[in-house]
């Protein structure tokens, strides 16, 4: 009987990792999605407002807004 020779996958090839281009532009995306601290009390004020000026919840208007922004900038 004749001998067969099996043959050997080549091994794998290492895969490329991120490079510093595409870092930078995450955190760049990341930055953006974070508003700032006057776009976050502006929408405040209008919750607190809308509220007829009531107080007592700032800090829930406070988050609330936060919260709100940051969901329309994902």
């Known amino acids: 009987?004749?001998?067969t020779v099996k043959k050997t996958k080549a091994p794998a090839k290492p895969r490329k990792t991120?490079?510093?281009k595409?870092?930078?532009?995450e955190v760049a995306a990341a930055a953006a999605?974070?508003?700032?601290?006057?776009e976050?009390?502006?929408?405040?004020?209008?919750?607190w407002a809308e509220r007829g000026w009531?107080?007592?919840?700032a800090e829930h208007d406070w988050l609330r807004a936060e919260q709100?922004?940051?969901?329309?900038a994902s």
Do not use: H
Request: charged residues 30%; hydrophobic residues 35%.
């Open 1 to 3: 009987m004749a001998e």
């Open 18 to 20: 991120a490079t510093k």
């Open 22 to 25: 595409e870092t930078v532009v």
């Open 33 to 38: 999605a974070t508003p700032s601290r006057e």
């Open 40 to 47: 976050i009390a502006q929408l405040a004020r209008k919750y």
């Open 54 to 57: 009531q107080d007592g919840y």
């Open 68 to 72: 709100e922004l940051r969901g329309m």
